[in-house]
């Protein structure tokens, strides 16, 4: 699968709810580390201010936006979610998907979605403790 594929993938989960950016940068982060028939990795992540980041997620959504696939609402916390079109492409591309994958993709975006910020990043330096390094979140 393709990082634009597995991006509408992870956008097509939950019901297609936005996702903010920090639960971005954690379910492809997770994606990559944890799911090995996805072809990946598809970013290279790096310890950052609150764990694993790479701008690379956000140059894909961009890319993304720009053919209308994806929108990213702008004012108070920045988020992103699949068009119409994006979603159909995205639960296309879970579909394809070998069944325990697809599951673990929905599951994994369900999950980064109903956990608050620092439940979220705790987890992450709970199970992924190199991510803390750089760290700027305390909690």
């Given at each position: 699968?393709?990082?634009a594929d597995l991006v509408l993938a992870g956008l097509a989960t939950d019901n297609c709810a936005p996702l903010t950016p920090v639960q971005a940068?954690?379910?492809?982060?997770?994606?990559?580390q944890c799911a090995s028939n996805l072809d990946g990795p598809h970013w290279n992540f790096?310890?950052?201010?609150?764990?694993?980041?790479?701008a690379g997620v956000y140059r894909e959504m961009e890319s993304l936006a720009r053919e209308g696939l994806v929108s990213i609402r702008l004012g108070g916390v920045r988020c992103f979610l699949a068009t119409d079109e994006g979603a159909r492409r995205g639960k296309a591309a879970l579909a394809s998907l070998p069944a325990d994958t697809r599951s673990y993709v929905e599951q994994l975006g369900h999950w980064v979605r109903s956990l608050t910020f620092p439940q979220l990043v705790s987890a992450i330096y709970q199970a992924f403790p190199?991510?803390?390094a750089n760290s700027k979140f305390v909690g």
């Amino acid at each position: 699968m393709d990082r634009a594929d597995l991006v509408l993938a992870g956008l097509a989960t939950d019901n297609c709810a936005p996702l903010t950016p920090v639960q971005a940068q954690k379910l492809f982060f997770l994606l990559d580390q944890c799911a090995s028939n996805l072809d990946g990795p598809h970013w290279n992540f790096a310890p950052y201010d609150y764990g694993p980041f790479d701008a690379g997620v956000y140059r894909e959504m961009e890319s993304l936006a720009r053919e209308g696939l994806v929108s990213i609402r702008l004012g108070g916390v920045r988020c992103f979610l699949a068009t119409d079109e994006g979603a159909r492409r995205g639960k296309a591309a879970l579909a394809s998907l070998p069944a325990d994958t697809r599951s673990y993709v929905e599951q994994l975006g369900h999950w980064v979605r109903s956990l608050t910020f620092p439940q979220l990043v705790s987890a992450i330096y709970q199970a992924f403790p190199d991510m803390r390094a750089n760290s700027k979140f305390v909690g």
